[in-house]
């Protein structure tokens, strides 16, 4: 068996042709400053390879729905495992999912509390009842003479569906008899039996029906004058099911809300209900209504309806110069529901519900809802029978009880039990959830409601829970928003997954690269001064302590009488003209309180606008010493970008060069225009390629083939325009060329200058223009957002910044630590929601 994973000539992205090795059943960690190739050697070549070869050496039938990463440069890969990712982002988006699906112990749950053998209802423990069996006795109850034919018809539509051939009679419902065929009867015979004979009703059913598509059939008695209709369920069922408009639960796995069987009939399973909210509506109670606070009124298809609703207002004594939140109580169900000549803004969106099926229409009215807890299973997602059931396990709570718990209420739950493998496996994944931070978080959470470090420990827990062996774990930086000891207990159980398979990890926290078997660092600087291999060793020396001076507070901002979610606090207080760093429990939900009520309600407070109108929470008063400018909002958050968004375009850095290529001799003599320099325009991008630079082959069952285009060279400019220069650069050069290079030769604007400085000091300097945005490491993207987000220039105002810590190393925390403390020098108010130690010399907030 081979000692090590061998890796020869990679030289994917800024990577110079290395050769690593990381060693089996051993963790390595991978280190070194953003942007240097730890990413590129890690994922892109070493997960994304390996997973691409081990998908294509299995049946197309095996990985058809699995998306097969592009092959990576390198030589060699050996050995191949089968590799698990822990990427740093959440991409969760459906409301469905939740913690206990992702910690996967719904199903052990449900198991704990529904017999898998019963032939019993497992809801109601009721035996099934066969609908054919039930079926036949309604008919015998109606039979008074045995003499009589018994004609079994259904519907004309279900026959054309279920049966073939063409029945010998169909009943006319118009004068109450059989007769010989007609195509426009509404009831078709399918066959007839002698009373005698009604046990053979069942296996003429079973002959005849293709499905169980028929719920309806009819039965006429020869002589009889009536028509006997009867509701059939041609499959066992339960009554209880039946009578709850339920499907019968068989087996466990049909009690899982995705199923559909055990869902809450209210939200179908999803714990959540869309509904219209009348804070979308009314967006800004705390303006007077004639100055727009209804918004709903101001679009153009409902405002001829403003007028109108003023007069029916009027008429209940309330003035459109008042605020809408002072007379809430006496116009919202008139505003709603209507009333008078004023139709109601709800029956509005009931109208143009008929028109879902436009686009527009569909995207207007999710406007106009927000995403609320189910009031029938409150989050729960199943059923209230399936809810209320007690388990097999004695002093065991309801299973709508147990599934209301926190992850840790959940471990004391079952701590008294006796252990079985059901329970056991159970335990131990909460054990190691609880001891990575998670035991606050009650089960049914959200997965697409966790922030990235959330659902990354929400994935360790599956992963540190492994019980296999052989196989390859590529995880980036699995400490994000740990505390130290969480990183103690990570290191752990990293230890005892390594003892039979492979760890490789990206990772900046200084501990976990002691605790590691290997330490590989990649550099020496990051990009084109990056992608070498420069130091291999055991342990990594402890850094020295940063020390950041505190800037001395110039006021105070106080929020009141909190009530949010579940929680109330007394009192809020930051820091004015200074640093304040949040320490989190809960990042999520201290990030909501944070976000979505505290700050939200302060802006509507000092500009009259919010930025979000689904958040339910009550603020007594705010107290503020200071004036604000403004409310800068920065989430780190890795969004989706496209191959065409390049570090020039979204720094604005692009347009200026391409303007100083324009001014140009010979483009003036030609009348060229910035268009004719962009790869994105019509009027300069390469006509071959679109602009893309390459041109691709699709191969249907292959790998697509792309090659570089022959009529640009790759550029994906026309070869005239990207053949101009002045004299040092073409346009194609200069976009290639670091732009702290690129700017000493071409002419920079103030506003440049000053992005030139942030860039500087973020250490980003060495990006050039045509570097694309989905290329950079995560660490450079969110750098460059936050220079985006701050690069204007922002005095006296609060910018509140989330998880920038994330993908850095203590040296870019250095110079980010730097760039927030000049912010304060003009005046602003910083709010960190990050736990880094390297903010801790600063205000800390802590929210219990």
């Not at 990183?487 to 200084?510: A, D, F, G, I, W």
């Not at 909501?592 to 509507?604: P, V």
């Not at 030139?756 to 973020?762: Q, R």
Request: aromatic share 8%; hydrophobic share 35%.
């Amino acid at each position: 068996m081979a000692k090590s994973i061998k890796l020869k000539g990679v030289r994917t992205n800024n990577l110079k042709n290395i050769d690593v090795e990381f060693p089996i059943n051993k963790i390595t960690c991978v280190s070194g400053v953003s942007g240097s190739g730890k990413s590129s050697l890690v994922f892109n070549t070493l997960a994304n390879e390996s997973k691409r070869r081990f998908l294509n050496s299995m049946p197309s039938s095996m990985n058809f729905f699995e998306r097969v990463p592009t092959s990576a440069e390198v030589d060699l890969i050996e050995p191949v495992l089968p590799v698990w990712s822990l990427a740093q982002n959440n991409p969760i988006v459906g409301s469905r999912l939740n913690l206990a699906d992702q910690l996967e112990i719904s199903y052990e749950l449900a198991q704990l509390y529904f017999d898998q053998q019963s032939s019993k209802c497992l809801i109601h423990n009721e035996e099934f009842i066969d609908g054919l069996d039930l079926a036949i006795r309604e008919i015998e109850s109606l039979i008074s003479d045995k003499t009589k034919v018994l004609h079994i018809l259904i519907g004309k539509d279900h026959y054309q569906e279920c049966i073939s051939g063409m029945p010998a009679r169909s009943f006319n419902s118009n004068v109450q008899l059989i007769r010989e065929f007609n195509e426009e009867d509404a009831q078709w015979e399918i066959f007839r039996l002698k009373p005698n004979k009604i046990s053979n009703f069942k296996k003429k059913w079973l002959e005849l029906i293709k499905n169980s598509a028929v719920m309806q059939l009819s039965v006429y008695f020869t002589g009889d004058d009536q028509l006997h209709h009867f509701s059939l369920n041609a499959k066992e069922f339960c009554p209880k099911c039946d009578e709850e408009g339920l499907q019968s639960a068989r087996q466990i796995s049909d009690l899982l809300p995705y199923n559909g069987i055990g869902a809450c009939t209210e939200c179908k399973g999803y714990g959540s209900t869309l509904s219209y909210d009348v804070n979308k509506i009314v967006k800004y109670p705390k303006k007077k209504i004639k100055d727009g606070a209804i918004t709903f009124l101001d679009y153009s298809k409902y405002s001829a309806y403003y007028k109108t609703f003023i007069t029916e207002m009027k008429k209940l004594g309330v003035s459109d110069n008042e605020r809408y939140c002072d007379v809430s109580d006496q116009v919202e169900d008139l505003l709603l529901n209507g009333g008078g000549r004023f139709y109601g803004v709800l029956n509005f969106l009931y109208a143009l519900e008929e028109k879902r099926y436009k686009r527009s229409a569909r995207i207007f009215l999710r406007k106009m809802q927000s995403e609320k807890v189910c009031h029938i299973c409150y989050g729960r997602r199943l059923s209230q029978s399936a809810m209320a059931h007690c388990g097999q396990v004695e002093n065991i709570s309801t299973y709508g009880d147990l599934l209301s718990l926190t992850v840790e209420g959940l471990l004391i739950e079952l701590k008294h039990l006796d252990e079985n493998n059901i329970i056991k496996k159970v335990k131990d994944k909460l054990a190691v959830a609880v001891e990575l931070g998670l035991g606050d978080f009650p089960l049914m959470t959200k997965l697409k409601s966790l922030e990235t470090s959330e659902y990354q420990k929400s994935l360790l827990v599956r992963y540190l829970s492994f019980k296999g062996s052989g196989s390859l774990f590529v995880l980036d930086e699995p400490s994000l928003g740990m505390t130290i000891e969480e990183q103690k207990v990570l290191l752990k159980y990293l230890k005892n997954l390594s003892r039979n398979n492979t760890v490789v990890m990206v990772e900046h926290s200084t501990y976990l690269q002691n605790g590691s078997d290997k330490t590989i660092h990649i550099g020496p600087g990051a990009g084109h001064l990056g992608g070498e291999v420069v130091e291999i060793k055991g342990k990594s020396k402890k850094q020295k302590e940063l020390v950041l001076k505190k800037t001395k507070p110039s006021g105070k901002l106080t929020f009141k009488d909190i009530e949010f979610e579940d929680k109330k606090y007394k009192k809020i207080e930051f820091k004015l003209g200074t640093i304040n760093q949040v320490l989190t429990n809960v990042e999520s939900f201290d990030k909501r309180l944070i976000i979505n009520a505290l700050f939200n309600e302060l802006n509507e407070e000092l500009f009259k606008e919010k930025y979000n109108f689904e958040t339910d929470y009550e603020i007594g008063s705010i107290d503020i010493t200071n004036e604000i400018q403004d409310i800068h909002i920065y989430e780190t958050r890795i969004e989706k970008s496209t191959s065409r968004s390049t570090v020039g375009t979204t720094l604005d850095l692009t347009g200026n060069v391409r303007n100083y290529f324009t001014k140009l001799p010979v483009s003036k003599s030609l009348g060229l225009e910035k268009g004719h320099f962009s790869k994105n325009s019509k009027l300069g991008q390469c006509s071959v390629c679109e602009g893309k630079g390459v041109q691709e082959i699709d191969m249907q069952y292959l790998e697509d083939v792309s090659f570089p285009c022959d009529e640009c060279g790759g550029t994906g400019l026309k070869k005239f325009y990207a053949s101009i220069t002045d004299g040092k650069y073409t346009i194609i050069e200069a976009s290639e060329t670091p732009v702290s290079t690129l700017f000493e030769t071409i002419p920079a604007t103030p506003k440049i200058k000053r992005t030139l400085g942030y860039l500087k000091l973020l250490n980003l300097d060495y990006l050039t223009l045509d570097r694309t945005i989905p290329s950079l490491s995560g660490g450079e993207r969110l750098r460059v957002k936050l220079l985006k987000a701050i690069d204007k220039k922002v005095s006296d105002s609060i910018i509140v910044l989330t998880n920038i810590s994330y993908g850095l190393s203590m040296n870019e925390l250095t110079s980010i630590c730097e760039l927030l403390q000049g912010l304060t020098d003009q005046g602003n108010t910083l709010i960190i929601l990050d736990n880094h130690e390297i903010f801790s010399n600063f205000n800390q907030i802590k929210l219990d």
